[in-house]
Nanobody, 123 residues
């Protein structure tokens, strides 16, 4: 069964850090680009970051650049999103996605999606 499962979310104070994990099962992440997306309350889902399978290059949205770092460990079939200097506006449900032809943060390019995990940044 093809599945992506996110973990590592929760409640954190402004300025704090969290590391999200995205573990794949039923397929090998090696050949897939991985994207992280988020949806804040009352807003549309937006792309946060992606990492490509071909060369490991990465993209970040302007809102998280310099604070978030995406990475992958193909041996563990897992991708990560390290989130530092978190702000209240980072609050939302975070989704990881995998796409064999994905290159950027276009949702339609991603084949598989996790169920999402809540991140809340609040004092």
């Amino acid at each position: 069964q093809v599945q992506l499962v996110e973990s590592g979310g929760g409640l954190v104070q402004p300025g704090g850090s969290l590391r999200l994990s995205c573990r794949a099962s039923g397929f090998t992440l090696d050949y897939y680009a991985i994207g992280w997306f988020r949806q804040a309350p009352g807003k549309e889902r937006e792309g946060v970051s992606c990492i490509r399978s071909s060369d490991g290059s990465t993209d970040y949205s302007d809102s998280v650049k310099g604070r978030f770092t995406i990475s992958r460990d193909n041996d563990k079939n897992t991708a990560y999103l390290q989130m530092n200097s978190l702000k209240p506006e980072d609050t939302g449900i975070y989704y990881c996605a995998a796409g064999v032809w994905a290159y950027g943060l276009v949702e339609i390019d991603y084949d598989y999606w996790g169920q999402g995990i809540q991140v809340t940044v609040s004092s």
